[in-house]
C-alpha cells in the first residue's frame, strides 16, 4: 500500500532529511571523512583514497559503500514482500530503519570525537549507518515525493533557483507549493547538519547523536502512521468490474 501523496507525507519527508543531517554529521566529522547517505561523495573519496592523495581512508569509503549496498537489497526485497502482503510498508520501512540506526548506536557506544585513527569498530558503524541510509534510499524512491530524496539536496536546490525569478526555466514549476517543497528540502538538510554538528560540538556523543536520529525516524513514522489512519481507504475495485 503506497502512503497517500499530501501534506502528511511531504512532512515526513522533511523530517527524514533533517535526520539525514544529522546522521551525515556523524559520518563525516567522527567515522571519516566518509558519508553514509552520499554515495556520490564515497565514489570520490574512494578514488582519491586509491590514487594516494588527501589522506583518506579507502577502508572507510568501502565501508560504506558495502552497507550501504545491503541495505539497498535488504530494502527493495523486504518493502516489497510488505506491499504484496497488503501491509503499510511506509511505515515499516521507517520503524526497520530506525532499529537499523539504533544498533549502529550501539556498536558507536565509546566512541569519542573524530581526530583520532579509524578503527575496526568505525568502519563496522559506517556499515551498519549506511545500511540504514541504503535502505531509506529505497523507501524514498518508492514514496515518489516530488524534489524530497532525503539524502541529497542537490536536484532540489537546482530546481528552487530554476524555478525563482532569478533564473527561469520554463520546464521547471515555480508554483508556490513546489518551491515550498524545494526550500524545505534544502532547509532540512542544512538545519539536520547544523544539529548534528552542533551536538558534537558541545561533547555530545556519536552514539547519542546517532540515537536522536533514531529517534527521529521513529516518531516520523509514528506520526504518519497515526495521521495515515485517519485518511479514508482508497476506493476498491468495482464489484462488477
Known amino acids: 500500500m503506497r502512503p497517500a501523496p499530501g501534506a502528511a507525507l511531504t512532512t515526513a519527508m522533511v523530517a527524514l532529511t533533517l535526520t539525514t543531517g544529522m546522521v551525515e554529521a556523524v559520518s563525516f566529522l567522527v567515522l571519516g ?13 574512494l578514488g ?42 511506509f511505515t515499516w520501512a521507517l520503524v526497520t530503519e530506525a532499529a537499523v540506526l539504533g544498533v549502529g548506536a550501539v556498536v558507536a557506544w565509546g ?11 568505525h568502519y563496522a558503524v559506517t556499515a ?16 515518489r515525493v516530488p524534489d524530497l530524496p532525503t539524502t541529497l539536496a542537490t536536484r532540489a536546490m537546482t530546481a528552487l533557483l530554476s524555478g525563482s525569478p532569478l533564473a527561469p526555466a520554463p520546464r521547471t514549476s515555480s508554483a508556490a507549493r513546489d518551491q515550498g517543497r524545494r526550500a524545505a528540502s534544502v532547509g532540512a538538510m ?8 552542533w551536538m558534537l560540538h558541545a561533547s555530545v556523543r556519536p552514539a547519542l547523536v546517532l540515537l536522536a536520529a533514531a529517534g527521529g525516524v521513529l516518531a516520523t ?15 476498491g475495485p468495482s464489484p462488477h468490474g
Open 128 to 143: 551498519v549507518v549506511a545500511a540504514a541510509m541504503g535502505a531509506r534510499n529505497v523507501t524514498t524512491m518508492r514514496a
Open 190 to 197: 542544512f538545519v539536520g547538519g547544523l544539529l548534528g554538528a
Open 33 to 45: 571523512p566518509v558519508f553514509t547517505a552520499v554515495q556520490t561523495g564515497n565514489l570520490l573519496f
Open 48 to 89: 582519491f583514497a586509491l590514487a594516494g592523495e588527501g589522506g583518506l581512508s579507502p577502508a572507510a569509503a568501502l565501508s560504506s559503500l558495502g552497507g550501504f549496498a545491503v541495505g539497498v537489497v535488504f530494502g527493495a526485497r523486504s518493502e516489497s514482500r510488505e506491499e504484496a502482503g497488503g501491509h503499510r510498508w
Open 221 to 235: 513514522a509514528a506520526v504518519h502512521a497515526t495521521r495515515s489512519r485517519r485518511l479514508p481507504p482508497p476506493p
Open 111 to 121: 566512541l569519542g570525537g573524530g581526530g583520532g585513527a579509524l578503527t575496526a569498530r
